[in-house]
């Protein structure tokens, strides 16, 4: 699980330093009209849009591009598209299961793309069901390590609902029913340890370890998909061992 984790923690930080920079610009405006149109354009009251604000701002999105956002999702503001959540199911090389979490205005242009994807780097799409029922939506809390210990961490979120704390490079990870994101938060709040940053992720109760030449033709179609402005998020079962994450970042 931690390998997955370490994973897609190594990934966003190459995104952040390359021309995916602004790819994840774009992903993280939608989700900051999708949230203000569900949940109100105020944040103080709707808390998944404080955090998807957060997070734009933590990644550097203008001020104004953010705020623009906001408006067109909450009214405010005309120009808002009509964004659709679509999730495909399908199995990449090596029987790697994989969700392909998709926000678009667009129907038949993503499931096209997706579809071209698999085809093209050795995968095949799936029923619906049969590969979503590997996985769980869990909520991830992350917080930076500083002096505290993996013990103090698990003492203040275990009453909460946390599932799991996987110690990352210089992050904790708490992993628990996407439900419980919230009561975890409160939990480290009370004891006085800072949230670094939250979201969502689904983890697979089966995974698939892979070596390393198997590991980067998963992470090619991951690439291809990611490259789509439909696709928001890949979830993978690959389970990659520290030595095999290091080979991939050489």
């Known amino acids: 699980m931690a390998g997955h984790s370490k994973w897609a923690t190594t990934k966003h930080k190459k995104a952040a330093n390359d021309a ?3 790819k994840e610009f774009a992903k993280l405006i939608k989700n900051i009209e999708v949230a203000a149109r569900t949940g109100g354009g105020d944040p103080a009251s709707n808390p998944t849009l404080d955090d998807m604000i957060k ?10 591009n953010i705020e623009r956002a906001r408006k067109r999702g909450s009214g405010e503001e005309a120009g808002g598209s009509d964004w659709e959540t679509i999730m495909y199911e399908g199995y990449g090389p090596n029987g790697v299961a994989m969700l392909v ?4 205005d667009n129907r038949n242009r993503a499931a096209t793309e997706v579809r071209t994807a698999f085809t093209k780097n050795n995968g095949n799409l799936a029923e619906s069901g049969s590969v979503s029922y590997m996985f769980s939506r869990k909520g991830i809390v992350l917080i930076k390590k500083g002096e505290l ?3 103090d961490v698990l003492m203040a979120v275990l009453d909460a609902g946390a599932e799991e704390v996987n110690a990352l490079d210089e992050q904790f990870e708490i992993v628990c029913d996407a439900s419980d994101t919230t009561a975890v938060k ?7 340890i800072e949230v670094d940053d939250t979201d969502t992720d689904f983890r697979s109760s089966v995974l698939n370890p892979l070596e390393v030449e198997d590991a980067k033709k998963i992470i090619k179609l991951i690439d291809v998909l990611e490259d789509s402005d439909d696709v928001q998020n890949v979830y993978t079962n690959m ?3 520290d030595e095999v994450i290091a080979q991939l970042e050489a």
């Open 149 to 151: 210990s993996e013990d």
């Open 186 to 192: 409160e939990a480290l709040a009370d004891a006085g």
């Open 239 to 241: 389970d990659l061992t």
């Open 55 to 64: 997070k734009a701002k933590k990644a550097s999105v203008p001020n104004d």
């Open 20 to 22: 995916k920079r602004g």
């Open 101 to 104: 979490e998709c926000l678009t």
